[in-house]
């Protein structure tokens, strides 16, 4: 029985450890105001997770998107959930169906007061489809 | 507009008719107490109501019907068969129509063959049958939908405005399957791991009809026996299945692995851990009684588990974490309320049966014994470390509708560092403890007195690895030791227990275990990458990139040959995959029918008359010419799909004995692109050459345009065309740019070379003096960018989960034997 005593001991305290490991990495949503009020005097910040979308003009064009040289890399502009616009900076290309997203999360921080995402996530929508591309 | 709904109607009413005959089958094996006809009868009804469905579903969508919705959402014009296939399930409903399937055919060989609580057990596999039928009912009472059924139309499901002023539109082609999943492995991984997810509910009926029984001391050998050969087979395929999606994600997605802890794929390999849990916990209760209250509660939770998995993947809570997680389609209410049923009535059962069972009687416990549950707990551990972040937007959901503030928490930033740091450590232990444990198997005693040469001969071999490779982290060292000496322990084993019994269900585990290891060393060997595209040129490629970027990858010009570290590489063109091989994509002409095209003669850019079929015409592949010294050149094919404004790369994997060398293109100059500037304007007369930079441009001769070519314009239009041969280092390319008039208006079409990056137009003529001239203009050479990976030893990975599902094959087709020798209680 001691054995099994032991056993379950360093169970719980292992399943302990993984709970106090996960606290300690996981990350937040935040929004832009928040993400920036964490930054430290040069501008840079801890790694966040952002929701928002895309910014649009009156026309429901998306504004803001700058390729980068051979389209290796861009930039474009996001808006969060309180409305707050920043670039957000990307170092890779431009993702599949990026401009489709109704909802985009970046995972990334700021480095001397630009956003850099580091990670791209795309809600795409999947009940809504724009007319054009029914017809 | 006489448009017939026969085969939808249908298909809905055979949804009903599933459900119903499930929910009749269900209730009916419960209060009857033997075979009845009815059941078969109701069993039949069901099995055919569900196939109908199939059918139906299958027809729409092969008469294109896009005024279904479902039809419309994952079908599209020339898609070719197998994919047409696999859009059956590609959506949420026809994936819960697959589960179905499976769960009939186990509900059936349940029927059939099972003696061991027939009856109980299929009114619980037909209980799970009711909910999933539940699912794809699309029945409203009121507001309240009751599943969403794959029958309905695209005008009740799409909101535009199009079906206001022409209710009768129907769309004339689909949004058709995502070109991610436009491959062979997305045909088999989806219907290999919803069978894995529907066998998972055997042990678990098994389980709950056990826990029913009030004398159950008298089936406890006959439970044990039972439940060990579903769980083999759960395993099996439930892992053959998760490997299924590893090997495709590693071939079609560009992120260069083949597993990221992706919330979807979380969701998955926490009920496979806990399934392996659960095997060994049955193999322990059958030696010793008073485990059995756990063998009891794992398929419980393992089943739980499923459908916690079911109901992240499917309920859109994952939303924001996952990349590939459903979004809601109105399922999430009825989701989880299946899994509070999951969940709470079998605990229900275990409590109250829990003081019955039978308990532990303290007697000493043997080395064997301890080796198992140590190794329990670990796989129970691992399944808790990832269940937890996985779980983070659960948490949050849970504390909000308590207090009513979101924690707003996300899952960890890296996520591939954050669990492998906790993995490794039990994939350290279950390598040691696979290999030590069995050393106090009964029979293999003689072989334990030769432990310490294990020791030695896997320290040796170890170091020799660390030779080749130079591994400086300890947890990696550590990892490398254990699973060699589990693949040695594990052969030794599978030698002697050979001469000596032959092959028995020990020999079985042995293999299972042996597998693990290798894919244990793979999965080490192989995440010891190395880059082979390192940029050495000492140029940035682009300055917003971080430097890993700009250092791990190379820029190629078309037909500019580079020198890499030990090798070489020219980047030929785009192509197309043709049923005669592959064809350089500029050379192709589209026709209407998107699998049929011209293919158009390299010199003149004349059509031939041949038709070529290009199967899948959206798949261009980069060709890249790959040389090392002394060895034969071989051609790699990065691929990109495009289709609309959606762009996938793929990669090509280069396999050889010890490795893989993965090569992916990041982004390339696409040809739709090109912006022209001018390079010079320059009159010559025929048979003069033009020297611009570094090619030089012969003119030939001028002729008149061919009658056949200029068919296709307005009638009275004269037209001359310049025979021109460019020529650079080593290639000459043949133009042709050609003039037409008619009246006062002039019209140029350009001969344009894009291997140079140059076009040529004749853009004016003096015919008395015989001059021309030509416009010369220049764009980008055609470039792509490249990461080229070299893997080793990934096969392992491969290799070791074919060995270990071949290892369950086996055990399930030998009994188990007794491992400790103990007396049966």
Same mark, same amino acid.
Not at chain 1, 97 to 102: C, K
Not at chain 2, 30 to 56: E, M
Not at chain 2, 645 to 672: C, E, G, L, M
């Given at each position: 029985?001691?054995?099994?005593?032991?056993?379950?001991?360093?169970?719980?305290?292992?399943?302990?450890?993984?709970?106090?490991?996960?606290?300690?990495?996981?990350?937040?949503?935040?929004?832009?105001?928040?993400?920036?009020?964490?930054?430290?005097?040069?501008?840079?910040?801890?790694?966040?997770?952002?929701?928002?979308?895309?910014?649009?003009? =009156?026309?429901?064009?998306?504004?803001?998107?700058?390729?980068?040289?051979?389209?290796? !890399?861009? !930039?474009?502009?996001?808006?969060?959930?309180?409305?707050?616009?920043?670039?957000?900076?990307?170092?890779?290309?431009?993702?599949?169906?990026?401009?489709?997203?109704?909802?985009?999360?970046?995972?990334?921080?700021?480095?001397?007061?630009?956003?850099?995402?580091?990670?791209?996530?795309?809600?795409?929508?999947?009940?809504? =489809?724009?007319?054009?591309?029914?017809? | 507009?006489?448009?017939?709904?026969?085969?939808?109607?249908?298909?809905?009413?055979?949804?009903?008719?599933?459900?119903?005959?499930?929910?009749?089958?269900?209730?009916?094996?419960?209060?009857?107490?033997?075979?009845?006809?009815?059941?078969?009868?109701?069993?039949?009804?069901?099995?055919?109501?569900?196939?109908?469905?199939?059918?139906?579903?299958?027809?729409?969508?092969?008469?294109?019907?896009?005024?279904?919705?479902?039809?419309?959402?994952?079908?599209?014009?020339?898609? !070719?068969?197998?994919?047409?296939?696999?859009?059956?399930?590609?959506?949420?409903?026809?994936?819960?129509?697959?589960?179905?399937?499976?769960?009939?055919?186990?509900?059936?060989?349940?029927?059939?063959?099972?003696?061991?609580?027939?009856?109980?057990?299929?009114?619980?596999?037909?209980?799970?049958?009711?909910?999933?039928?539940?699912?794809?009912?699309?029945?409203?009472?009121?507001?309240?939908?009751?599943?969403?059924?794959?029958?309905?139309?695209?005008?009740?499901?799409?909101?535009?405005?199009?079906?206001?002023?022409?209710?009768?539109?129907?769309?004339?082609?689909?949004?058709?399957?995502?070109?991610?999943?436009?491959?062979?492995?997305?045909?088999?991984?989806?219907?290999?791991?919803?069978?894995?997810?529907?066998?998972?509910?055997?042990?678990?009926?098994?389980?709950?009809?056990?826990?029913?029984?009030?004398?159950?001391?008298?089936?406890?050998?006959?439970?044990?026996?039972?439940? /060990?050969?579903?769980?083999?087979?759960?395993?099996?395929?439930?892992?053959?299945?998760?490997?299924?999606?590893?090997?495709?994600?590693?071939?079609?997605?560009?992120?260069?692995?083949?597993?990221?802890?992706?919330?979807?794929?979380?969701?998955?390999?926490?009920?496979? $851990?806990?399934?392996?849990?659960?095997?060994?916990?049955?193999?322990?209760?059958?030696?010793?009684?008073?485990?059995?209250?756990?063998?009891?509660?794992?398929?419980?939770?393992?089943?739980?588990?499923?459908?916690?998995?079911?109901?992240? %993947?499917?309920?859109?809570?994952?939303?924001?974490?996952?990349?590939?997680?459903?979004?809601?389609?109105?399922?999430?209410?009825?989701?989880?309320?299946?899994?509070?049923?999951?969940?709470?009535?079998?605990?229900?059962?275990?409590?109250?049966?829990?003081?019955?069972?039978?308990?532990?009687?303290?007697?000493?416990?043997?080395?064997?014994?301890?080796?198992?549950?140590?190794?329990?707990?670990?796989?129970?551990?691992?399944?808790?470390?990832?269940?937890?972040? &996985?779980?983070?937007?659960?948490?949050?959901?849970?504390?909000?509708?308590?207090?009513?503030?979101?924690?707003?928490?996300?899952?960890?930033?890296?996520?591939?560092?954050?669990?492998?740091?906790?993995?490794?450590?039990?994939?350290?232990?279950?390598?040691?403890?696979?290999?030590?444990?069995?050393?106090?198997?009964?029979?293999?005693?003689?072989?334990?007195?030769?432990?310490?040469?294990?020791?030695?001969?896997?320290?040796? $071999?170890?170091?020799?690895?660390?030779?080749?490779?130079?591994?400086?982290?300890? /947890?990696?060292?550590?990892?490398?030791?254990?699973?060699?000496?589990?693949?040695?322990?594990?052969?030794?084993?599978?030698?002697? &227990?050979?001469?000596?019994?032959?092959?028995?269900?020990?020999?079985?585990?042995?293999?299972?275990?042996?597998?693990?290891?290798?894919?244990?060393?793979?999965?080490?060997?192989?995440?010891?990458?190395?880059?082979?595209?390192?940029?050495?040129?000492?140029?940035?490629?682009?300055?917003?990139?971080?430097?890993?970027?700009?250092?791990?990858?190379?820029?190629?010009?078309?037909?500019?040959?580079?020198?890499?570290?030990?090798?070489?590489?020219?980047?030929?063109? %785009?192509?197309?995959? &043709?049923?005669?091989?592959?064809?350089?994509?500029?050379?192709?002409?589209?026709?209407?029918?998107?699998?049929?095209?011209?293919?158009?003669?390299?010199?003149?850019? %004349?059509?031939?008359?041949?038709?070529?079929?290009?199967?899948?015409?959206?798949?261009?592949?980069?060709?890249?010419?790959?040389?090392?010294?002394?060895?034969?050149?071989?051609?790699?094919?990065?691929?990109?799909?495009?289709?609309?404004?959606?762009?996938?790369?793929?990669?090509?994997?280069?396999?050889?004995?010890?490795?893989?060398?993965?090569?992916?293109?990041?982004?390339?100059?696409?040809?739709?692109?090109?912006?022209?500037?001018?390079?010079?304007?320059?009159?010559?007369?025929?048979?003069?050459?033009?020297?611009?930079?570094?090619?030089?441009?012969?003119?030939?001769?001028?002729?008149?345009?061919?009658?056949?070519?200029?068919?296709?314009?307005?009638?009275?239009?004269?037209?001359?065309?310049? /025979?021109?041969?460019?020529?650079?280092?080593?290639?000459?390319?043949?133009?042709?740019?050609?003039?037409?008039?008619?009246?006062?208006?002039?019209?140029?079409?350009?001969?344009?070379?894009?291997?140079?990056?140059?076009?040529?137009?004749?853009?004016?003529?003096?015919?008395?003096?015989?001059?021309?001239?030509? /416009?010369?203009?220049?764009?980008?050479?055609?470039?792509?960018?490249?990461?080229?990976?070299?893997?080793?030893?990934?096969?392992?990975?491969?290799?070791?989960?074919?060995?270990?599902?071949?290892?369950?094959?086996?055990?399930?087709?030998?009994?188990?034997?007794?491992?400790?020798?103990?007396?049966?209680?």
């Amino acid at each position: 029985m001691n054995n099994v005593r032991i056993i379950a001991i360093a169970l719980l305290g292992l399943g302990l450890l993984v709970l106090i490991s996960t606290a300690r990495n996981t990350s937040q949503y935040v929004d832009f105001q928040e993400a920036q009020k964490r930054q430290d005097t040069k501008g840079n910040g801890p790694w966040v997770h952002l929701i928002g979308n895309l910014v649009q003009n =009156q026309q429901e064009e998306i504004i803001g998107i700058i390729q980068g040289p051979h389209e290796t !890399s861009f !930039s474009f502009l996001l808006k969060d959930e309180k409305g707050k616009i920043e670039r957000v900076w990307y170092p890779k290309p431009m993702p599949t169906d990026f401009t489709r997203a109704e909802k985009i999360v970046v995972v990334g921080r700021f480095v001397k007061k630009q956003f850099h995402a580091k990670k791209i996530l795309l809600k795409c929508p999947s009940k809504y =489809q724009a007319e054009d591309s029914v017809l | 507009m006489n448009i017939s709904y026969l085969w939808g109607d249908l298909g809905h009413l055979l949804t009903i008719s599933t459900f119903v005959s499930a929910a009749a089958l269900s209730y009916l094996s419960f209060v009857s107490t033997k075979n009845s006809r009815t059941l078969y009868a109701l069993f039949s009804i069901h099995g055919i109501s569900l196939i109908g469905t199939w059918i139906c579903l299958y027809i729409l969508l092969f008469q294109q019907r896009y005024d279904y919705y479902y039809v419309w959402s994952h079908m599209s014009n020339w898609l !070719s068969l197998p994919y047409q296939i696999s859009c059956l399930w590609e959506g949420q409903e026809g994936s819960f129509m697959l589960w179905m399937l499976f769960q009939a055919i186990l509900a059936g060989i349940c029927l059939w063959k099972k003696k061991y609580l027939k009856l109980r057990t299929l009114s619980i596999l037909m209980a799970i049958q009711t909910l999933l039928g539940s699912m794809i009912l699309g029945v409203y009472f009121g507001d309240i939908a009751i599943g969403s059924s794959p029958f309905q139309l695209t005008r009740h499901m799409l909101n535009i405005p199009i079906f206001q002023t022409e209710p009768h539109f129907i769309p004339t082609d689909g949004k058709g399957l995502n070109l991610l999943l436009q491959n062979y492995w997305m045909i088999i991984h989806p219907p290999v791991l919803f069978f894995g997810f529907a066998l998972t509910g055997v042990p678990f009926a098994i389980t709950l009809a056990t826990l029913y029984q009030k004398n159950f001391g008298k089936y406890y050998q006959e439970f044990l026996e039972s439940i /060990r050969k579903w769980t083999l087979l759960t395993i099996s395929i439930l892992g053959i299945g998760i490997m299924m999606g590893a090997y495709w994600a590693y071939e079609t997605l560009n992120f260069g692995g083949y597993w990221s802890w992706d919330p979807v794929e979380n969701a998955v390999y926490i009920p496979w $851990i806990l399934t392996l849990a659960q095997l060994h916990m049955i193999r322990l209760s059958k030696d010793k009684k008073h485990y059995l209250r756990y063998a009891l509660t794992l398929p419980i939770l393992s089943f739980s588990l499923v459908w916690y998995a079911t109901f992240l %993947i499917r309920s859109g809570i994952l939303g924001d974490s996952s990349v590939h997680a459903f979004t809601d389609a109105g399922l999430s209410g009825q989701l989880l309320s299946a899994l509070i049923l999951f969940i709470s009535i079998p605990l229900l059962y275990l409590l109250k049966a829990w003081k019955y069972l039978p308990k532990a009687n303290y007697t000493q416990k043997n080395s064997l014994e301890m080796g198992m549950l140590i190794g329990i707990s670990l796989f129970l551990l691992m399944a808790f470390q990832v269940l937890v972040p &996985t779980s983070i937007p659960v948490f949050n959901s849970l504390i909000q509708m308590l207090s009513g503030y979101s924690p707003q928490w996300a899952p960890p930033i890296d996520a591939i560092n954050f669990y492998a740091d906790f993995q490794i450590w039990f994939a350290i232990g279950i390598a040691i403890l696979s290999a030590i444990v069995p050393f106090w198997v009964p029979h293999l005693q003689a072989l334990r007195k030769s432990i310490s040469w294990f020791i030695f001969l896997v320290l040796g $071999i170890a170091s020799l690895c660390l030779l080749v490779f130079p591994l400086a982290d300890i /947890r990696h060292i550590l990892l490398l030791s254990s699973s060699l000496f589990s693949v040695l322990a594990q052969i030794s084993y599978l030698f002697y &227990t050979w001469k000596k019994i032959g092959f028995n269900s020990s020999s079985a585990a042995g293999l299972s275990h042996l597998g693990i290891a290798m894919m244990l060393i793979g999965i080490l060997l192989s995440a010891q990458d190395q880059n082979l595209s390192t940029n050495y040129t000492g140029k940035i490629w682009n300055s917003n990139f971080p430097d890993e970027i700009n250092t791990d990858n190379m820029l190629l010009f078309q037909n500019e040959p580079r020198k890499m570290l030990g090798f070489q590489l020219v980047y030929q063109g %785009i192509y197309k995959k &043709t049923e005669i091989g592959f064809q350089p994509a500029h050379l192709l002409q589209a026709t209407h029918n998107p699998t049929h095209w011209i293919r158009l003669d390299s010199v003149q850019k %004349i059509p031939r008359k041949d038709t070529l079929k290009i199967p899948e015409a959206h798949k261009n592949y980069f060709k890249i010419q790959y040389q090392r010294p002394n060895k034969s050149e071989i051609s790699l094919w990065p691929q990109v799909q495009y289709q609309e404004d959606r762009i996938v790369y793929s990669p090509h994997i280069a396999k050889y004995w010890n490795k893989d060398i993965y090569t992916h293109v990041r982004t390339f100059s696409d040809p739709q692109k090109i912006k022209w500037t001018p390079e010079t304007e320059k009159w010559i007369k025929p048979q003069d050459s033009l020297l611009v930079k570094d090619y030089t441009i012969q003119f030939q001769t001028v002729e008149p345009v061919p009658p056949e070519i200029l068919a296709d314009y307005p009638p009275n239009t004269m037209a001359l065309q310049a /025979r021109l041969l460019v020529k650079d280092k080593e290639h000459s390319y043949f133009v042709q740019p050609k003039i037409f008039v008619k009246g006062k208006e002039l019209g140029f079409l350009p001969g344009t070379i894009p291997e140079l990056g140059i076009r040529l137009t004749l853009i004016q003529i003096r015919p008395e003096t015989e001059d021309f001239l030509f /416009r010369v203009e220049r764009t980008q050479k055609p470039w792509i960018i490249i990461e080229m990976i070299e893997k080793p030893f990934i096969h392992l990975i491969w290799i070791g989960a074919c060995l270990s599902a071949l290892g369950m094959f086996c055990a399930l087709l030998n009994p188990s034997t007794s491992l400790l020798h103990a007396k049966k209680f």
